[in-house]
C-alpha cells in the first residue's frame, strides 16, 4: 500500500537456511543481546510499542531497532541500505516491492521461521492473502493488515431519489439504474463519478477480476489485461461517463471525494480507507456496502502491508530464531491493536476475535476476503511498472481511446519492459 522500491541487482552472500526444526536458544549476556533491525515508515499502528513489550520480554536475548524512513525518501534509503550491505533484518511493505528482492535472492523463505514460530499459514492467515503472495511458488513475504475495496453512498442522496437507502446496488444493473436516478445535473448532484487516475489502482483489478481476467502471468510474464475481461471492465467505466452520463467528464483530481463529502457525488467504489473521512464528512447518513458485482462474479482487490526478511551479512540461526519469535510476538500482541485502531489485520485468531466480527466495518471487510485479489507478483506493479497501464486506462477515461485501444496499447509496452525487471 505504499510506494515501490527499485529492483536492484546487488547479491548479498548467502546463508544456508533452517531446516523448520526449533532452534536450541543461546543465552546472551544482557549487555550484548542480538539486534534485529525493522524498517516502516512509522504508519502501522503502536509498533514502538510492541516492540518495547518485545524488547522487555527477551531482555538480554534479542533487542528489535526499530527505524522509520520518511516516507518520500524510503525507496532511496533502502536501496542504498542494500548496496551498502546494511539493509534491515525486517522490512514492511506492500507485497510487490519485495518480489524485486526476492527475484534477487535476497530474502529468507518464510516457512522455516514460522515453523520455527509455530505459525501455520494456512490457518493464520487469510487464503487470499498467503496463496497469492508467492515468487516461484515459495512464500517470501507474510500479510500484516489489509483493507477491501467498498461501495461508499450517501444514504440522504438515497432517500431524496426514492431509493431504499438500506438496499444498495449489488450487480451492474441495479447500479446503473441507481445512479442514473442520483443524477440531477440542475442541482449538480451525479450519481457517480469516475475519474481518470485514483481509485483505478483499487477498482481496475477489482473489476477485470469480476468479469473472470486477471491483470497478468507472472510466470510468463506476459500482460493478460487486455483481454476481453478487460475491455468490459474498462469498457463499463467509460460507459459512466459518456454512455449513461452518470458522471462528470475530466474529473479533475480527487473530485470524487470532494463532491462526495459535499453530498454531490451518491456513490464511490474506493479502498476502505475512504471510512475515516467519509464518516466525519456525512455521519449517520454514509452507507457502506461490498462492492457490487459489476462483472460476473464477485472480486474485490485487497490493498495491503506484507513484511519480508532479508538475507543480511549478520544472519544466522540464533537471529533466525529471534525474528520468528518477534513475528509471532507482533502477530499475537500487534494485531489486536490494529484492529482497535480501525484497520483489518491479517492474523485469523484476531479476525475471528469480537475485536473484527462486533465491528461493523471490519466485519464487512473480513467478509470480503475470501474474495480479494492481489496485484501479480511481479516486480512494483500497482506503482511504477504498471504505471503505463494506468496512464492508458487515464487515456480512455478522458475519451482519447477506445478501452481496447488503450489496454492494447499499454499491454504492448509493459509486454516489453516487464520481463526486464527480472534477473
Excluded at 462483472?295 to 537471529?319: A, C, D, H, I, R
Amino acid at each position: 500500500m505504499r510506494k515501490p522500491f527499485a529492483l536492484l541487482s546487488t547479491c548479498l552472500s548467502t546463508l544456508a537456511l533452517t531446516t523448520g526444526t526449533i532452534i536450541p536458544f543461546t543465552a546472551h549476556a544482557a549487555s550484548n543481546p542480538i539486534v534485529i533491525t525493522f524498517w516502516d515508515t512509522g504508519t502501522i499502528t503502536d509498533v514502538q510499542t510492541v516492540i518495547n513489550m518485545f524488547n522487555k520480554k527477551y531482555a538480554g536475548q534479542y533487542k528489535v531497532e526499530f527505524q522509520a524512513p520518511t516516507y518520500n525518501n524510503e525507496t532511496e534509503a533502502v536501496n542504498a541500505a542494500v548496496a551498502a550491505h546494511k539493509e534491515p533484518d525486517i522490512m514492511e511493505e506492500s507485497f510487490t516491492p519485495s518480489v524485486a528482492y526476492a527475484l534477487e535472492g535476497l530474502e529468507v523463505p518464510l516457512n522455516s521461521l514460522f515453523k520455527m514460530a509455530g505459525i501455520n499459514p494456512a490457518q493464520d492467515f487469510p487464503s487470499s492473502l498467503w496463496n497469492q503472495a508467492t515468487v516461484n511458488g515459495i512464500h517470501y513475504a507474510a500479510p500484516t493488515d489489509t483493507l477491501s475495496t467498498l461501495l461508499f453512498y450517501n444514504k440522504r442522496l438515497f432517500r431524496v431519489a426514492g431509493l431504499n437507502p438500506s438496499k444498495p446496488p449489488v450487480n451492474q444493473q441495479q447500479f446503473v439504474s441507481y445512479a442514473e436516478k442520483l443524477t440531477n445535473r440542475s442541482r449538480g448532484v451525479w450519481g457517480y463519478v469516475q475519474q481518470p487516475g485514483w481509485p483505478n489502482q483499487f477498482l481496475f483489478p477489482s473489476l477485470i477480476a469480476q468479469f473472470g481476467g486477471s491483470l497478468a502471468n507472472p510466470a510468463a510474464k506476459k500482460m493478460e489485461f487486455n483481454s476481453q475481461a478487460g475491455v468490459e471492465a474498462l469498457q463499463f467505466e467509460w460507459n459512466t461517463i459518456y454512455k449513461w452520463k452518470v458522471s462528470p467528464t475530466n474529473a479533475s483530481n480527487n473530485e470524487y471525494v470532494n463532491l462526495f463529502e459535499k453530498g454531490q457525488n451518491a456513490m464511490v467504489m474506493d479502498g476502505a480507507y475512504d471510512y475515516q473521512p467519509f464518516k466525519e464528512a456525512l455521519g449517520s447518513n454514509l452507507g457502506v456496502a461490498p462492492l457490487p458485482v459489476i462483472g460476473k462474479k464477485e472480486s474485490n482487490f485487497l490493498g495491503q502491508n506484507y513484511w519480508w526478511v532479508f538475507k543480511t551479512p549478520t544472519m544466522n540461526l540464533q537471529k533466525e530464531k529471534g525474528i520468528a519469535l518477534f513475528m509471532k510476538f507482533m502477530y499475537e500482541e500487534w494485531s489486536p491493536m490494529v484492529a482497535k485502531a480501525g484497520t483489518l489485520p491479517t492474523w485469523e485468531p484476531t479476525l475471528k476475535s469480537p475485536l473484527v466480527t462486533k465491528d461493523p466495518i471490519l466485519h464487512l471487510q473480513a467478509q470480503q476476503l475470501q474474495y480479494g485479489r492481489l496485484n501479480p507478483a511481479i516486480p512494483n506493479w500497482g506503482t511504477t511498472t504498471s504505471q503505463p497501464l494506468y496512464n492508458e486506462i487515464n487515456n480512455v477515461l478522458l475519451n482519447k481511446e477506445t478501452p481496447s485501444q488503450g489496454l492494447n496499447k499499454a499491454a504492448q509496452e509493459m509486454d516489453q519492459t516487464v520481463p526486464a525487471l527480472y534477473p
